[in-house]
């Protein structure tokens, strides 16, 4: 069992930046691939980026590749999302999720998740 809680969101305007962190607890926080999710209002939820256990191996939605970078220091149990040159249509709920599946980039593919962490972009 992994539990997850994000923290970070806010509002902000556009071209500004956040960092997202999701720390996590439970079992060994190494051997999971994680994954940040988002989910704006009346759309279906849309994956972001993924790094596997070691982080050795990452990969981006098409929306955010450039302006986004993911990482993790499984020394803290956690994993970052920071984002940069922010857009409004960067705005919805994000969530981070856990899996030990490789290269899972669909949202049945994981088996925990956070609570979600709220982000905003004004223009």
């Known amino acids: 069992q992994v539990q997850l809680v994000e923290s970070g969101g806010g509002s902000v305007q556009a071209g500004g930046s956040l960092r997202l962190s999701c720390a996590a607890s439970g079992r060994a926080f190494s051997i999971y691939n994680m994954a940040w999710f988002r989910q704006a209002p009346g759309k279906e939820r849309e994956f972001v980026a993924y790094i596997t256990g070691s982080g050795r191996i990452i990969s981006y939605g098409n929306s955010v590749k450039g302006r986004f970078t993911i990482s993790r220091d499984n020394a803290k149990n956690t994993v970052y999302l920071q984002m940069n040159s922010l857009k409004p249509e960067d705005t919805a709920a994000y969530y981070c999720?856990?899996?030990?599946?490789?290269?899972?980039?669909?949202?049945?593919?994981?088996?925990?998740w956070g609570q979600g962490t709220r982000v905003t972009v004004s223009s």
């Open positions: 999720a856990a899996s030990q599946v490789f290269n899972a980039v669909y949202e049945g593919q994981y088996q925990y």
